[in-house]
């Protein structure tokens, strides 16, 4: 009876799927759950929509066999929250098993002469480096299996042949294989073609030895074995007992594995693929959780993002309506809307800018000012402190009688920013709310600029006439 690859290969990635997370321990459905992984409901409905879709097909292949077989339906009752029970999953476990028996019994899969090699290789091709140098220092170097023997899609002559159907090469170079290595890596556990491979491997071949490489390890691995059964790579025990094991398959008299240079090949193989793995480490591996929380964190970023968007956009619309503004008391409107700022916030910013652009003076200069913006008739008293009027005089601050030339770009500034203070201390819509926070924070003090009480408390300025 002929048979389906395609089938072949979907039913052998469900079993690799199942056999990653459960022990199956008895036909009573008991089970016992690995601490490493756990299915959540949209993976384990994924899974029996695929196991259901292959029953009809099934069915046409062969309606006697195949024909009493149901669809299968999740038992929902939760063990804790959000898990799906196991007995489900042991379920759907049997059911597979069960199929992959009713095809193990026609005589076509199980007694047919299959020519193929007796090494098969399951591994990633991002882990050609070491698979090469396994088979290089390892197989062929030291325990003399030929590479002929060895299939192995990533090594020049253990390769498929160019015209051959990859699938049926796959499964006949399984069947044939007296040990099948599963080297076990990050990017093994990443291919979907590696674990369905891996799933075949249970089936059809008849020893699969897992050998893991860190940070895989026993409670990852995810395959359905005891931790004995299972050998670290870069081990040199583990190396020692696959040695044996290869012995065992292949009959190899034991006078011809040279001891010394069994342990050179061995350390030569581990000091290459290690130094490998330093110079191109594995990416970095996130369980369920992790991935959760950068999820969270990458949403927050885009947020992040839309949010500068959107404050460039409006600054953008400032920068245009600015442009546009006809005076200074209309961009102080403007920009007082875009802060968002309250009338006090607005004052204060206004006293800040105007000490910011006094400090930069003497506190006699200051006084000048004082005197020249109020317009106050105060008396200055210079005598022995002519260093400072005269640095003030020659740099066209004020003439040679103190009258300040605001024509002068310094000046100016001075004068353009005492102007804004005077424009909003004249406003005839400020609040009560307003001067009882003024008065809180400076008590006593007149609310003039004109007042030199006001020049030094509010806006923070020295001013000294003598």
Same mark, same amino acid.
């Given at each position: 009876m002929a048979k389906s690859d395609k089938l072949f290969s979907k039913l052998a990635g469900i079993k690799a799927a199942l056999e990653n997370s459960f022990e199956i321990e008895n036909a009573d459905f008991v089970t016992k759950q690995k601490t490493t992984q756990i299915f959540y409901p949209n993976e384990v409905q994924h899974l029996f929509g695929e196991y259901n879709e292959l029953l009809p097909e099934l069915k046409k292949l062969d309606s006697d066999l195949y024909g009493n077989l149901e669809p299968l339906e999740i038992d929902r009752k939760p063990i804790q929250k959000d898990w799906v029970h196991f007995e489900s999953m042991a379920g759907l476990k049997m059911a597979v098993d069960r199929v992959f028996?009713?095809?193990?019994?026609?005589?076509?899969?199980?007694? +047919?002469?299959?020519? =193929?090699?007796?090494?098969?290789?399951?591994?990633?091709? $991002?882990?050609?480096?070491?698979? !090469?140098?396994?088979?290089?220092? %390892?197989?062929? $170097? @030291?325990? /003399?299996?030929?590479?002929? #023997?060895?299939?192995?899609t990533s090594t020049d002559g253990a390769k498929i042949t160019s015209g051959e159907d990859w699938r049926s090469e796959i499964r006949s170079n399984l069947i044939s294989s007296k040990v099948t290595f599963l080297i076990i890596s990050p990017n093994y556990k990443e291919s979907e073609v590696c674990q369905n491979e891996m =799933?075949?491997?249970?089936?059809?071949?008849?020893?699969?030895?897992?050998?893991? %490489? +860190?940070?895989?390890? &026993?409670?990852? @691995? =995810? @395959? %359905?074995?005891?931790?004995?059964?299972?050998?670290?790579?870069? *081990?040199?025990?583990?190396?020692?007992?696959?040695? *044996?094991?290869?012995?065992?398959?292949?009959?190899?008299?034991? #006078?011809?594995?040279?001891?010394?240079r069994w342990t050179a090949k061995k350390k030569e193989f581990l000091i290459k693929c290690k130094k490998h793995l330093k110079e191109n480490p594995f990416d970095k591996a996130f369980d369920k959780s992790e991935f959760q929380e950068l999820q969270k964190e990458n949403k927050a970023l885009e947020a992040t993002v839309e949010s500068l968007i959107e404050e460039k956009q409006e600054n953008l619309?400032?920068?245009?309506?600015?442009?546009?503004?006809?005076?200074?008391?209309?961009?102080?409107?403007?920009?007082?809307?875009?802060? *968002?700022?309250?009338?006090?916030?607005?004052?204060?910013?206004?006293?800040?800018?105007?000490?910011?652009?006094? #400090?930069?003076?003497?506190?006699?200069? @200051? =006084?000048?000012? &004082?005197? !020249?913006?109020? /317009?106050?008739?105060?008396?200055?008293?210079?005598? $022995?402190?002519?260093?400072?009027?005269d640095d003030g005089l020659s740099r066209g601050y004020y003439d040679e009688e103190f009258d300040i030339n605001w024509d002068n770009p310094k000046m100016k500034r001075v004068d353009d920013k005492l102007d804004e203070l005077s424009r909003f201390i004249s406003r005839t819509d400020l609040t009560e709310g307003f001067f009882e926070t003024y008065e809180e924070e400076f008590d006593d003090v007149p609310f003039e600029l004109n007042n030199m009480d006001f020049w030094e408390s509010v806006i923070g300025s020295d001013i000294s006439f003598k």
């Open positions: 028996k009713m095809w193990d019994s026609q005589s076509d899969l199980t007694t +047919e002469k299959i020519s =193929g090699r007796e090494v098969f290789i399951s591994h990633s091709s $991002g882990d050609k480096f070491i698979v !090469n140098s396994f088979i290089d220092d %390892i197989l062929i $170097g @030291v325990l /003399g299996i030929k590479i002929t #023997n060895i299939f192995c =799933g075949a491997a249970w089936v059809l071949s008849s020893r699969v030895l897992p050998l893991i %490489i +860190e940070p895989i390890n &026993f409670k990852t @691995v =995810g @395959v %359905i074995q005891e931790p004995k059964q299972i050998e670290k790579l870069f *081990d040199e025990s583990s190396l020692d007992r696959i040695k *044996d094991i290869i012995q065992e398959e292949f009959k190899i008299p034991s #006078n011809e594995i040279k001891s010394d619309q400032l920068i245009e309506a600015l442009q546009e503004a006809k005076d200074k008391d209309e961009v102080r409107v403007i920009m007082k809307d875009q802060m *968002d700022l309250t009338d006090y916030e607005e004052f204060i910013e206004l006293t800040k800018e105007v000490r910011k652009e006094l #400090n930069k003076y003497e506190s006699r200069i @200051v =006084g000048i000012i &004082f005197k !020249n913006y109020t /317009g106050k008739d105060v008396q200055l008293n210079w005598q $022995g402190n002519r260093s400072t009027l």
